[in-house]
């Protein structure tokens, strides 16, 4: 976890911008709902994940100070997907815009 945090600070516009499109997107089902969610914004949430790992790794590759080993980066890329999509799903679903919008009131 140390890690990815200095990841993130040493590229702080990249994880601006991601956190950015990462809030687009959860922007974008309230606005799509139709008694679910449509499978073009289900693609658009998966590839949330995707995108947070391949930056991580990417970010690893490319430290000069230190030789990236493959398993750091695929272990750090795994770390961020993962939390992006956890945290995307406690966002939506167990936090804040259940309080806010309700989803059981949702046609």
Known sequence: MR???HDFQAHKRAAVLFLVYWLATLAVI?????????????VLLLTTPLIA???????RASTPERTARSRDRIRGGMLA???SAEIALLVMKGGV???VIGWDTWP
């Open 30 to 42: 309230p606005m799509t709902w139709a008694g679910g969610i449509p499978g073009r914004v289900v």
């Open 53 to 59: 790992g391949a930056l991580v790794g990417r970010w």
């Open 3 to 5: 890690r990815l945090w």
């Open 81 to 83: 997907g993962v939390l």
């Open 97 to 99: 815009v259940d309080e």
